[in-house]
Nanobody, 120 residues
Framework: QVQLVESGGGLVQAGGSLRLSCAAS????????MGWYRQAPGKQRELVAT???????NYADSVKGRFTISRDNSKNTVNLQMNSLKPEDTAVYYC??????????????WGQGTLVTVSS
């Protein structure tokens, strides 16, 4: 069973930076798309950024120019560099991955979430 483990959340002042990391572990056949989502208190979970296995990226308009997603296919890791953080970026951030199993089934994987708090 493949699991996603996140790290890097915490408390930062507005204008500061944080880097989130996520690693997939277990018996991995193939990981396709990976990404980050977030959920603020009282709000629905929303997409932050995604990256394909080929390196194509997609960002929410609210984070374009401030956040950068990257991945290492050889290590099955995905990172999110967050700069110029704003209080409205405060949320629990979730790592997401699409796993292709050896049986050619697609599974959606989610991390446990890591809290990012941006103080004003």
């Amino acid at each position: 069973q493949v699991q996603l483990v996140e790290s890097g959340g915490g408390l930062v002042q507005a204008g500061g930076s944080l880097r989130l990391s996520c690693a997939a572990s277990g018996r991995i056949f193939m990981i396709n798309g990976m990404g980050w989502y977030r959920q603020a208190p009282g709000k629905q979970r929303e997409l932050v950024a995604t990256i394909t296995s080929g390196g194509s990226t997609n960002y929410a308009d609210s984070v374009k120019g401030r956040f950068t997603i990257s991945r290492d296919n050889s290590k099955n890791t995905v990172n999110l560099q967050m700069n110029s953080l704003k209080p409205e970026d405060t949320a629990v951030y979730y790592c997401h991955a699409e796993e292709l199993t050896i049986l050619h089934e697609y599974l959606e994987l989610w991390g446990q979430g890591t809290l990012v708090t941006v103080s004003s």
